[in-house]
């Protein structure tokens, strides 16, 4: 089978709601090549890459990559592309050169050729992400969540993801009830289940993301609890919770910050990351009109993650 690759050259502040886009419009895969990762130094200590081929990091910012069917809808797929990420420009979000180009590659190809970049990661004091084509010997205090990202955006290595699992080391307490609005790959959920988690219901509207996730809970034996189901936002959620997290972009998660705060219980703790700096005003200030007190902001490069408690 034909794929057609399409590369959006863009900036980092405009990776996860491009990436977003390209999940909605039926993406097989996305992959991201930022310049700076190619730049930076790096410690072995934490599992990274370091086999990166410059040929594939453009001058400066970043390439975003999706992969869809060749077929007589591409043309209107591209487009679709094009007028959604032109959009984004109406949230101050800087889209840098914002070009498109096409290349064709075999299903053969694209399937394993990505996996080459994606190895052991250390993200937190005890998490290691590990890729399920991997050998990794863990030491014993390492907890191992065992990933096979699929056609669900997340590898689990991203800043957001990783300021999350950070939090949810410090938050998750024996016997909690926590809920994974926007799970993706179920990274967050398989993570608060290890963490002692006595129930957590993970969520996704996008399907795909749905199976995904249920295939990385069974991987990693969370399933007695661990749930996935298809969902938007917390509609039809009753509560009360512990715990809910939500690492999704900005401009959704102020779409359910008031149900949040009627979901959690007194006290519990609201997780939300997939900030960018410029919007985090925003998002702290619906949080406390909610009726939440900011408890931590966590920082990684320009992205934010903020943990709140309930009143």
Not at 1 to 19: D, G, N
Not at 70 to 75: A, C, F, I, K, S
Not at 238 to 267: Q, T, Y
Request: one cysteine or more; a negative charge; charged letters at 25%.
């Amino acid at each position: 089978m034909k794929w057609s690759e399409i590369s959006i050259h863009t900036t980092q502040e405009a990776v996860e709601p491009i990436s977003h886009i390209l999940h909605e419009m039926g993406a097989s895969g996305v992959s991201i090549a930022d310049i700076e990762d190619f730049k930076k130094e790096r410690e072995n200590v934490f599992g990274e890459i370091y086999a990166l081929d410059r040929n594939d990091y453009p001058e400066e910012g970043v390439l975003v990559k999706a992969y869809f069917p060749v077929n007589d809808e591409l043309d209107q797929t591209v487009e679709s592309i094009r007028v959604a990420v032109d959009s984004l420009k109406l949230y101050d979000i800087d889209l840098g050169a914002n070009t498109i180009t096409l290349h064709e590659v075999n299903e053969e190809d694209w399937a394993t050729s990505w996996k080459k970049y994606y190895h052991p990661v250390k993200v937190s004091n005890t998490f290691t992400i590990v890729p399920t084509w991997e050998t990794y010997d863990a030491e014993p205090e390492e907890r191992i969540i065992e990933l096979d990202p699929g056609m669900a955006f997340g590898t689990g290595t991203h800043p957001t993801t990783v300021m999350c699992i950070r939090a949810l080391e410090k938050a998750i307490r024996p016997g909690d009830h926590v809920i994974d609005v926007g799970t993706g790959s179920g990274i967050l959920s398989i993570a608060a289940a290890k963490l002692g988690a006595a129930k957590v219901e993970a969520y996704d509207l996008d399907y795909v993301a749905v199976e995904s996730a249920k295939s990385n809970v069974t991987l990693n034996n969370t399933e007695h609890v661990v749930t996935v189901g298809q969902g938007n936002l917390l509609q039809g959620i009753d509560g009360p919770v512990d715990l809910i997290v939500a690492n999704l972009l900005a401009d959704i998660i102020l779409l359910f910050v008031e149900d949040a705060a009627k979901v959690i219980k007194p006290s519990g703790l609201f997780i939300t990351s997939g900030i960018i700096q410029t919007k985090q005003k925003e998002v702290e200030h619906a949080l406390i009109q909610a009726g939440f007190t900011v408890e931590e902001v966590l920082n990684i490069e320009d992205w934010v993650a903020i943990v709140a408690r309930n009143k």
